[in-house]
């Protein structure tokens, strides 16, 4: 069964203070991990597509990295607009479009 | 391009009764999913349908139900709802079930009294 794990559950920084957020996750081949943000009582908005180990990309002031059993996002000097959750998930073979999310990482900037 | 659409945004029912919620893809999109989204279990896969047919199907019992129209606009439907139905569902869509990104719609939310 695919597994998940984000951590931490919940982040507070201070404007300026970069951080990271972590994504452990089991998957039966790897078809794609994604990370998604997701502000109040709205849906998922797309950020990244990983596809193997060793791939990195990156999107403004957001780096996401990829190892064989973890993906971090990398949040470099943050503003408060960057305050949301940020979710992980991973899609594997043989399994269309399904995707397996993990909890989430509730991050709070403030100024 | 337009995003993805879902409707209603808000829906109040009663234990019992039964809900159908819409979803249409962006454009030219033919793959479109469903999720639920509760605090205490996180997203979960509902199922997938693609070119009308049923791809993939979720950990959910048989009163969770969807379909898919030739326009790839799709439709989900719960009978005899339940209060732990209550939840935000999502909606995604993807070109295909290739190597592609999924786009997510606003939702609807579903609350059951």
């Known amino acids: 069964e695919d597994q998940v794990t984000q951590s931490p559950e919940a982040l507070r920084l201070q404007e300026g203070e970069s951080s990271s957020l972590n994504c452990s996750y089991t998957v039966s081949g790897l078809r794609g991990l994604f990370w998604y943000r997701q502000d109040p009582g709205k849906g998922p908005e797309f950020l990244f597509t990983?596809?193997?180990a060793g791939e990195e990309k990156e999107k403004e002031r957001l780096k996401a990295t990829l190892t064989k059993k973890e993906s971090f996002l990398h949040i470099t000097a943050p503003k408060p607009e960057d305050s949301a959750t940020y979710l992980c998930a991973v899609r594997r073979n043989n399994a269309g479009n399904m995707l397996t999310f993990g909890g989430g990482t509730r991050l709070m900037v403030k100024p | 391009k337009a995003g993805v659409t879902q409707t209603p945004r808000y829906l109040i029912k009663t234990r019992g009764q039964q809900v159908t919620l819409s979803c249409s893809p962006i454009?030219?999109?033919?793959?479109v999913s469903w999720y639920q989204q509760t605090p205490g279990q996180g997203l979960q896969f509902l199922f997938e349908y693609f070119s009308e047919t049923q791809r993939n199907k979720g950990n959910f019992p048989g009163r969770f139900s969807g379909r898919q129209f030739s326009n790839s606009r799709s439709e989900m439907n719960v009978s005899t709802l339940e209060l732990g139905d209550s939840a935000l569902y999502l909606c995604?869509?993807?070109?295909?079930?290739?190597?592609?990104?999924?786009?997510f719609g606003p939702g609807t939310r579903l609350t059951v009294t």
């Open positions: 995604a869509s993807s070109p295909g079930t290739g190597v592609y990104e999924q786009y």
């Open positions: 454009s030219g999109h033919r793959s």
């Open positions: 990983l596809y193997s």
